[in-house]
């Protein structure tokens, strides 16, 4: 049997792979309630992709996926964070604050699943969002789900984690990654 790489199994598994204009392409906000049906209709394609990849990966640190990673150019991502909290699903998602405290993490992309990154990021965002019935929404997110939210926010504006790297960092193979299974560490505040 031959090994299939992590990006080949994220194709097989529906996600859309590095190259693809989509992926770097802003998506279009939903007009809510007006779009309603449509917003639904793509988180619940967004909760079925989560669910096939959560079946043959697991993800300590948590994972989220972005509409245009499933070939939809719309601002739509849901985030699972890790363990058992309940998701979060982001429609029309901007950041409005952030502080200017961050660290560096390693993270990896459905999207070009091979290699891995150390990517500086704030470790608290306030985030706007759009309920379906069209009330903006602002929550404070910290360290990890903050991480995973301005991931997912990126990928809605035509961003890959590759652009917020330093430009002397290079992305390592998945197999030189030794934080597989573990969550992202923070200093206790």
């Known amino acids: 049997m031959t090994d299939v790489r992590p990006s080949q199994q994220m194709r097989d598994l529906g996600v859309v792979q590095e190259g693809a ?4 392409t802003p998506a279009r906000p939903f007009d ?7 917003a639904e209709r793509i988180v619940d394609e967004l909760f079925a992709a989560l669910n096939r990849i959560g079946q ?3 993800f300590a640190k948590g994972m989220g996926i972005a509409a245009p990673q499933i070939g939809i150019g719309r601002a739509a991502a849901v ?3 890790p363990g058992d909290a309940p998701a979060i699903i982001l429609l029309n998602p901007r950041i409005t604050a952030g502080v200017e405290a961050s660290d560096e993490q390693y993270e990896g992309c459905l999207s070009f699943f091979d290699v891995r990154g150390l990517v500086p990021r704030p470790l608290e965002i306030t985030v706007e969002t759009t309920t379906l019935a069209g009330e903006a929404v602002a929550t404070v997110y910290e360290h990890g789900l ?4 301005h991931h997912e926010i990126d990928h809605l504006d035509g ?3 590759t652009a917020r790297m330093r430009a002397k960092e290079a992305l390592i193979p998945v197999e030189q990654y030794r934080q597989s299974g573990q969550a992202w560490s923070y200093e206790s505040a």
């Open 21 to 24: 204009a989509i992926l770097t």
């Open 32 to 38: 809510l309630p007006t779009e309603r049906d449509e």
């Open 56 to 58: 043959v990966h697991p």
């Open 79 to 81: 985030v699972q964070p």
């Open 146 to 149: 903050a991480r995973l939210i």
């Open 159 to 161: 961003l890959l984690y």
